[in-house]
């Protein structure tokens, strides 16, 4: 039986199409975009063809358009570049608790730069607080950064009535739009975004590269010095074959979006419907106000990993917001931002779907996934347990303490 | 986070030993915390002084199942003495080792057996 990939939120297999577009820029169109004579120029070309592609599919011009190394670099340019470049009119930034990493540690940091950060909560459907986000944004706050859908529970957030709200106190908006760009609409006049972040390897083009979208006006600090490339707001030789590989996964997407996300939708109803048939599931994130390919469970009594690696076992590829993997051994700030206890959070599990996911795979899908989480609820001392000894356990100090580090 | 586990890991995560709960059980250790993702029980029985049969149940990571599994084999016709010697170190080095954020699985397996014994004991005072 062949593997069956629900992680296209992670990243997605280059499209062959894809490839052939890059493929010239390696060996045979190899030169330097910056050169003077013919293999310059012809990197140039290729170049300025790419933006125009990018920019075309978010309604901008492609000097609005800036190419990195992908979604984080983007992410950092956007808010530090920013920051720094205006912090003269303000030092507060508004951002939500949900944001991805790229976002969130990028405030940190600022914050033990001068800067304050505000948090803005969630509901537990995962849409931001707007009555909280009004009251955050004040005098001193030079921009707002909100994601258009979030990567783990998909919940697209209402950009038009956060833009506004930024306007009315003619704050920037930073929007991180890695999980939506090529997948739904992501024009940047009508999600009124003065910056918006995009990645190539999560709409099927190469990794390692994406693009900020930088409105004409706005001003930024570069984070990379060096040449004049990218209008000098990232130096360094154009990734020529990447870009033109971006270009190409981005027509590809603005062509064929309606219809894969029609598609998707469909496949993905079909999943929700069969998994919360399950006893003890649920879904987490807005029913409808989700991205198309976006399913995102939680199972009570079983833990996130171990569920991961059974269905591996079994030829499926998922992902999960437990921690156990992870230093910090906290579960997903996402789930815990919507509400969920820590132990609802570790027993989550996310499938993301893709072009190349069939009817098929999901009823396929649908076969396995009721099975191995009852294999582990029959491992699982959690199901039994009283409350009382719930709650005892829940005061207990933990192995992790041993390694210095306080769990939750 | 890619977590590289070795194939003996995988194997007792795939086929875990000694699943389950002992009825009428001479000891029953509890450890971890739901609040940290992982929870384990162990139960014993005990004559003439060995663990003639060990069972166990856990909420947990594959590391945390697959350490579970190993200890329960290990304690398994061993004496109550022997069975108290069993170290963190014993578990992970069974299963290959362990990636460095999952030693305190191992931690908890060893905690959870030597919770069961101690139960044991107390029950006999």
């Given at each position: ?25 390696f ?38 358009v ?13 808010i ?30 600022l914050?033990?730069n001068?800067?304050r ?19 955050a ?14 990567n ?10 956060i ?12 929007t991180d ?19 918006l ?6 709409i ?17 600090e ?29 027509r ?6 309606n219809g ?13 419907k ?10 987490n ?11 995102n ?7 996130g ?10 030829g ?17 700030h ?8 820590p ?14 996911t ?14 191995e ?24 100090p ?11 | ?11 007792h ?8 709960e002992?009825?009428g ?16 029980s ?12 060990i ?7 594959g ?16 004496t ?10 014993d578990?992970?080095?069974?299963l290959?080792?362990?990636?460095p ?9 060893a905690?959870?057996?030597h ?9 006999r005072?």
């Amino acid at each position: 039986m062949g593997r069956i990939y629900l992680d296209h939120a992670a990243t997605t297999p280059v499209d062959p199409r894809v490839l052939e577009a890059m493929q010239p820029f390696f060996s045979e169109k190899f030169g330097n975009a910056s050169s003077l004579h013919s293999e310059g120029t012809e990197a140039a070309e290729a170049l300025e063809k790419s933006r125009e592609t990018v920019a075309g599919a978010l309604g901008a011009k492609p000097d609005e358009v800036v190419f990195t190394s992908g979604g984080s670099e983007s992410d950092n340019l956007a808010i530090k570049g920013f920051a720094y470049a205006n912090r003269k009119k303000g030092n507060r930034i508004v951002t939500s608790a949900i944001e991805h990493p790229a976002v969130l540690n990028t405030c940190r940091y600022l914050e033990k730069n001068g800067f304050r950060v505000t948090y803005v909560p969630v509901g537990r459907n995962g849409i931001v607080d707007l009555n909280a986000l009004e009251k955050a944004v004040t005098e001193e706050t030079i921009l707002v950064s909100i994601m258009h859908a979030n990567n783990e529970i998909g919940t697209i957030q209402p950009l038009g009535k956060i833009s506004e709200i930024a306007k009315r106190r003619g704050v920037a908006l930073h929007t991180d739009a890695v999980q939506t760009f090529g997948k739904i609409e992501t024009d940047a006049d009508k999600l009124g975004a003065d910056l918006l972040s995009l990645s190539g390897h999560k709409i099927y083009g190469p990794k390692g590269v994406g693009a900020l979208f930088v409105r004409k006006g706005t001003v930024l600090e570069p984070l990379i010095h060096g040449g004049e490339h990218e209008k000098g707001l990232r130096a360094g030789t154009e990734n020529v074959a990447g870009i033109a590989g971006l270009a190409e996964a981005t027509r590809i997407c603005a062509k064929e979006m309606n219809g894969e996300a029609a598609r998707e939708t469909r496949l993905r109803d079909r999943l929700l419907k069969g998994i919360l048939e399950t006893p003890g599931s649920w879904l987490n994130g807005h029913r409808t106000k989700r991205l198309p390919n976006n399913a995102n469970f939680s199972f009570r009594h079983v833990e996130g990993e171990s569920l991961v690696l059974y269905l591996d076992m079994k030829g499926i590829a998922a992902s999960t917001g437990s921690a156990c993997s992870s230093l910090k051994l906290e579960p997903s700030h996402v789930l815990r931002a919507i509400g969920l206890t820590p132990e609802e959070a570790h027993g989550s599990l996310r499938l993301t779907l893709g072009r190349a996911t069939t009817a098929k795979d999901i009823e396929t899908v649908l076969e396995i996934i009721p099975g191995e989480v009852e294999k582990l609820r029959k491992i699982s001392p959690m199901a039994g347990m009283s409350a009382l000894e719930k709650k005892r356990l829940e005061k207990q100090p933990h192995g992790h303490g041993r390694h210095g580090k306080a769990c939750d | 986070m890619a977590v590289n586990y070795t194939k003996k890991v995988m194997e007792h995560l795939a086929n875990p030993r000694n699943v389950g709960e002992i009825p009428g059980a001479d000891g029953v250790g509890t450890v971890g915390n739901p609040v940290c993702g992982d929870v384990m029980s162990i139960y014993i029985k005990v004559g003439g002084g060995r663990i003639t049969d060990i069972k166990f149940k856990t909420y947990g990571c594959g590391a945390a199942i697959a350490t579970s599994s190993i200890i329960t084999e290990l304690a398994k016709g061993k004496t109550i003495e022997e069975a108290v010697k069993i170290s963190v170190n014993d578990v992970a080095g069974e299963l290959g080792g362990l990636p460095p954020v999952k030693m305190h699985c191992s931690n908890l397996a060893a905690d959870a057996l030597h919770a069961a014994i101690k139960d044991y004991q107390e029950r006999r005072k």
